[in-house]
């Protein structure tokens, strides 16, 4: 009787995790996959060559981030997009402008692949009055669309499978 009970909390817990979105994730953390910038410029969109057709992004987010998150969007530890529409809309209001400075807070990261290649992996921050994107090349950069890209955000549903490999290919 014990070890029946042993098992079934240890098979509600795998449950559970799996469900409640911590995925265990394979990947480096050294990946930096992000567009060259020219040194003119100050609004990018690092998906403007990037084929939204049989593309997936994930949304990696710290439990810090959680209680910054805009309303509707889940709480999860990782939230994914395969919708190619969606993806399109992502993509068309990826808009930044590089401020130069830096936010030391930028944990949280988005990891886009299309065609099973990483095209775009860079930190992000989503809270409801403020997202952007940090990254080695341009430093902090602000969403121009906000409120765009905040809808758009919240269609990423929660992933829902015990492990998560992003290694690139």
């Known amino acids: 009787m014990k070890k ?17 979105g911590f995925p265990k994730l394979a990947h480096r953390t050294t990946v930096m996959c992000f567009p ?16 939204m057709n049989d593309a997936k992004a994930f949304l990696i987010l ?4 959680w209680s910054e998150l805009p309303e509707g969007m889940p709480a999860r530890r990782v939230l994914v997009c395969t919708d190619e ?8 209001n990826f808009s930044f402008e590089i401020s130069g400075g830096d936010m030391s807070t930028a944990e949280s990261e988005l990891w886009v ?14 809270e409801q009055n403020r997202i952007g994107i940090q990254n080695e090349l341009t430093g902090w950069a602000e969403a121009v669309n906000q409120e765009q890209l905040c809808r ?6 929660p992933y829902r499978w015990p492990r998560l490999d992003l290694r690139p290919n």
């Open 4 to 20: 029946f009970l042993v098992l079934i909390v240890l098979l509600l817990t795998i449950l559970w995790l799996c469900i409640g």
């Open 36 to 51: 060259v910038v020219q040194a003119d410029e100050t609004v990018i969109n690092p998906l403007k060559d990037v084929d």
């Open 62 to 65: 710290t439990l810090d981030d």
């Open 85 to 92: 529409e969606v993806l399109q809309q992502l993509k068309d």
């Open 113 to 126: 692949y299309s065609h099973d290649t990483l095209e775009l992996m860079t930190n992000i921050v989503i």
């Open 152 to 157: 758009l955000f919240t269609q990423f549903k």
